[in-house]
């Protein structure tokens, strides 16, 4: 294993690290382990130094959120997979290994274990579940998550498939990969960049897979909880930016027509008196107003760049309609047909 690199990205969790950390070098033999900080202020470093002095340490200048955190470090990282994984994350014994099989593929890009919630080890976590999917509307959901609805693990999602996107969570995939398509978009800053990446490279015939025989347990919400209004804006912003840059065919059509659905959720955080979600689903269209330009040129650089569009893990319904409409719950309840 001594070409796979764990690469855990940190920002002021040390506590994470005194609860984490162990396992993950005990659970990884033969691999890298490494921790990017991102300029902590908490002395995470020091107690690392002091602690875990196999422990590989790269100290960003500054706090640049996931995605430009996990770009500096991963410069300096040379090995044939990285393995990304979140500071809040419990391994488990032999949970590399499933990872490692599936990458004998070589038109594989990249992978995810099975993600439980750490609080209830018997369902499943937000964040990637058993592999992410995507709507027509580009609403992105999971393998045991559709919106915040979260099942339980019985066993039912056991096979290894193909998906459309990979989470960020624990992440394995290609250095090469990685780099060839320049890495995670730092104007992201942090939510969806995995998924954004994981689309530009399977526009480029690139695939990815769950692996559920490797399991771990998530904490979820870590740096930013799942309630807080930054993360509602930068989740519709940041949906909002991939679809500018990935959709492909008309585009203001289908922008106008998300849009609207984007409208429908502020309304329903209005009236929920939730203001603050509205104000972020709000100034997360008018980010997109001010940087139109910069994102239609990146569009047309991945357009030059795409070569087949491998649409695995695409479905061609509404993941709303389904939910809210024909009120399914579960990812095995979904007309099956509708999925690429």
């Not at 060839?180 to 480029?204: V, Y």
Request: aromatic share 14%.
């Amino acid at each position: 294993m001594n070409d796979v690199a764990v690469v855990i990205l940190n920002w002021n969790g040390k506590s994470f690290l005194e609860q984490f950390l162990s396992t993950v070098i005990e659970c990884s033999p033969g691999t890298r382990i490494i921790v990017a900080d991102n300029a902590s202020t908490d002395e995470s470093v020091a107690y690392i130094q002091e602690n875990f002095p196999s422990v590989e340490i790269i100290e960003n200048e500054s706090n640049g959120g996931f995605a430009k955190g996990y770009n500096d470090a991963l410069k300096k990282v040379d090995s044939k997979y990285y393995l990304l994984l979140n500071s809040d994350i419990e391994v488990t014994p032999n949970w590399i290994q499933p990872l490692l099989d599936c990458m004998q593929d070589e038109s594989i890009s990249g992978c995810q274990p099975k993600i439980r919630s750490f609080q209830q080890k018997d369902s499943f976590e937000h964040a990637g579940a058993c592999g992410g999917f995507m709507d027509s509307n580009y609403f992105p959901f999971c393998r045991g998550r559709i919106f915040n609805e979260i099942e339980e693990d019985k066993a039912q999602y056991e096979e290894s498939m193909e998906i459309f996107w990979a989470t960020g969570a624990a992440l394995m995939i290609r250095s090469e990969i990685y780099h060839a398509h320049g890495g995670f978009d730092e104007d992201f800053f942090a939510h969806m960049e995995e998924i954004d990446l994981c689309w530009r490279i399977k526009r480029q015939n690139g695939r990815f897979m769950v692996a559920p025989e490797s399991v771990v347990y998530h904490v979820g919400g870590g740096t930013l909880s799942y309630t807080s209004p930054r993360k509602v804006y930068l989740n519709f912003r940041n949906n909002l930016m991939m679809l500018v840059k990935n959709h492909q065919g008309l585009l203001f059509p289908k922008l106008l027509w998300r849009m609207s659905l984007d409208a429908l959720a502020a309304v329903r955080f209005l009236v929920g008196g939730e203001f603050k979600n509205f104000g972020a689903v709000f100034r997360s269209h008018m980010y997109l107003y001010g940087n139109l330009g910069s994102l239609l040129k990146k569009r047309s650089a991945l357009k030059k760049s795409a070569t087949e569009f491998n649409t695995k893990g695409w479905y061609s319904g509404s993941i709303i309609w389904a939910f809210y409409g024909k009120k399914v719950r579960k990812f095995s309840d979904l007309n099956q047909r509708l999925f690429k």
